[in-house]
């Protein structure tokens, strides 16, 4: 980042809401990671909400991402509309991070064929990123109930706008095989009421596989609905899941990796994103400490991580500070608060066998 504008780095407005977080969840050699690629990053990413991604095993990698709409103070950041606010001079010298602004800016626009279609951007960081100077994110395209009624009208198909947005951003058309995966797995969603609603590009990650994910598709549902599309994964390990893990949440979304390598395009690595309604707090949720409990006696997450998630919501109420920076972002409010929280549980469904788990943290700024 430019120095002139240190004071607007990401790295600062992270601080209140990494205050007292227990470091069985986020240790020293964690946060110190987060904050190095967070130097590089605009303050206005905290704008919207963001969060981070921990493994419930031993392992200490935190992973942080970041969402943004054309309407949030983020995406004209990203648009590179904002002089006070630039990013990474290092970063935006990348092909990736290119092809990110350049996309954000297409979408921005008033006459945007894309604006009013899609939903959500987001970004997310695995960390430890070798070069934090440069890190490169995931990128996940989003749609959900905001444009459902325009999409309708206008007789666009979600899948159809996803896949859309993957070829823009990439310029080119992606691989038929993976055309195919994606379509297959939307349409058996619809015959169970469900569909996809994200896909990820994952340019961090070697190979050139697509991350698909499925919604709404109820959970006596999910067997029948991977068998359909042919899932190459443990039947058994998804039954386990299913019954244990899993039970407890009210509702699932599905994340398959797709590969125009692989054989009938889907890995058998699969998510299980676990929800609980209204992604209500433990304080609302007494459900919460039952489900952590299983994940515990499965043998999937340290004891003291699930505690530790338990007491991890939080609200810090914050100084009045004045950020000349900040201030040129459209509708831009000075916040009061930052609060943060559980958002869901993944369970993973390894493609050797067996089963992990990861926590999905949000944080956000509030008035």
């Keep these: 980042m430019n120095n002139t504008h240190s004071i607007s ?22 946060r110190r990671h987060i904050m190095d690629v967070a130097a ?66 297409s979408w921005g626009k008033q006459d945007s064929t894309l604006r009013g279609i899609l939903d959500i951007l987001c970004l997310e960081f695995d960390l430890p990123a070798p070069a934090p100077e440069k890190a490169v994110p995931l990128v996940f395209f989003g749609v959900e109930s905001q444009g459902q009624e325009f999409r309708r009208r206008s007789g666009l198909k979600d899948v159809i706008v996803l896949e859309e947005c993957a070829s823009r951003f990439f310029g080119v058309p992606i691989r038929e095989e993976v055309v195919a995966c994606l379509h297959r797995c939307h349409n058996t969603a619809k015959n169970y009421g469900g569909g996809v609603f994200q896909i990820g590009l994952m340019l961090s990650r070697p190979g050139d596989s697509i991350r698909i994910c499925v919604h709404n598709v109820d959970k006596k549902h999910v067997y029948q609905f991977v068998r359909d599309i042919g899932w190459p994964g443990n039947l ?83 100084l009045p500070f004045s950020d000349p920076a900040l201030k040129a972002l459209p509708g831009y409010v000075v916040p009061k608060a930052a ?5 869901h549980i993944k369970i993973v469904l390894e493609p050797e066998g067996g089963l992990s788990a990861k926590a999905y943290l949000w944080c956000g700024y509030v008035q």
């Design 9 to 30: 780095t990401l790295s600062d407005k992270l601080v209140p809401f990494l205050q007292n977080v227990q470091g069985i969840l986020i240790n020293e050699e964690a």
């Design 236 to 318: 058994e390990d998804l039954n386990q899941a299913l019954a244990g893990p899993c039970a407890a949440f009210d509702r699932l979304a599905l994340a398959f990796d797709c590969a125009a390598v692989l054989p009938g395009g889907l890995s058998p690595k699969l998510g299980l994103e676990s929800y609980f309604k209204n992604k209500a707090q433990p304080d609302k949720e007494p459900r919460w400490e039952s489900a952590l409990q299983t994940l515990v006696d499965d043998g999937i997450c340290l004891p003291g991580k699930a505690e530790a998630l338990l007491r991890f919501p939080a609200v810090t109420r914050l």
């Design 339 to 343: 609060a943060r929280g559980l958002h």
């Design 40 to 105: 590089h990053l605009p303050a206005a990413l905290a704008c919207s909400l963001f969060g981070f991604e921990l493994r419930l095993n031993d392992a200490p990698a935190v992973d942080m991402a970041f969402s943004t709409i054309p309407d949030l103070p983020p995406h004209p950041v990203l648009s590179g509309l904002i002089p006070e606010l630039p990013l990474s001079a290092t970063m935006l010298k990348t092909r990736e991070w290119q092809r990110i602004c350049s996309f954000a800016a």
